[in-house]
T-cell receptor
Framework: AQSVTQLDSQVPVFEEAPVELRCNYS??????LFWYVQYPNQGLQLLLK??????LVKGINGFEAEFNKSQTSFHLRKPSVHISDTAEYFC?????????????FGGGTRVLVKP | ETGVTQTPRHLVMGMTNKKSLKCEQH?????MYWYKQSAKKPLELMFV???????ENNSVPSRFSPECPNSSHLFLHLHTLQPEDSALYLC?????????????FGPGTRLTVL
């Protein structure tokens, strides 16, 4: 069984400051990794995903994440946040298999960007 | 319409009511999902349908009854709910068998049970 831990439930950050959201996972097989963002009163939107290849993944809105297999981590970063980045961010994992993949989500990290 | 749509966006119902949530995906996917998102709890997978067949039921109470008449539509029928069932219900779809199984989400239905 797979699991995902997001260590920070809330992260306050000032506008134009960098932010890092931590995500650790556990799985007995190789995985795909995702970060989703949820803006207020909306569904989840994919920010970026790691499938294979380069461990540094770039996503939308200036976000990037780095897959670290030895530390089983997939931390999300943005060098300079905007007020509009205020949202909840979810890390998710699915097992690398041909079909029947399921996503397992972390508990979410709420980012509040302050002016 | 594009992507995944859900109706209604908001629903208030009494504990004795019967209502249904609707989800429609316009992406040609073959798998659809219902999730429950409660305050301060992780996203909970409720049901999974692949090619209209239910492949997962995560111990969901029988007062929630899913229906998938075709691969584009998914319903969640609700009856005799409890106040703790108040939550955001999210629908998602994906193309099962495609690498990564990326899921696309609808905007959700905010359900309040009085």
């Amino acid at each position: 069984a797979q699991s995902v831990t997001q260590l920070d439930s809330q992260v306050p950050v000032f506008e134009e400051a960098p932010v890092e959201l931590r995500c650790n996972y556990s799985s007995s097989v190789s995985v795909y990794l995702f970060w989703y963002v949820q803006y207020p009163n909306q569904g989840l939107q994919l920010l970026l995903k790691y499938l294979s290849g380069s461990t540094l993944v770039k996503g939308i809105n200036g976000f990037e994440a780095e897959f670290n297999k030895s530390q089983t981590s997939f931390h999300l970063r943005k060098p300079s946040v905007h007020i509009s980045d205020t949202a909840e961010y979810f890390c998710a994992v699915s097992e690398n298999k041909a079909a029947g993949n399921k996503l397992t989500f972390g508990g979410g990290t709420r980012v509040l960007v302050k002016p | 319409e594009t992507g995944v749509t859900q109706t209604p966006r908001h629903l208030v119902m009494g504990m004795t009511n019967k209502k249904s949530l609707k989800c429609e995906q316009h992406l040609g996917h073959n798998a659809m999902y219902w999730y429950k998102q409660s305050a301060k709890k992780p996203l909970e997978l409720m049901f999974v349908y692949n090619f209209k067949e239910q492949t997962e039921n995560n111990s969901v109470p029988s007062r929630f009854s899913p229906e998938c008449p075709n691969s584009s539509h998914l319903f969640l029928h609700l009856h005799t709910l409890q106040p703790e069932d108040s939550a955001l219900y999210l629908c998602a779809s994906s193309q099962d068998g495609r690498e990564s199984n990326e899921q696309f989400f609808g905007p959700g239905t905010r359900l309040t049970v009085l």
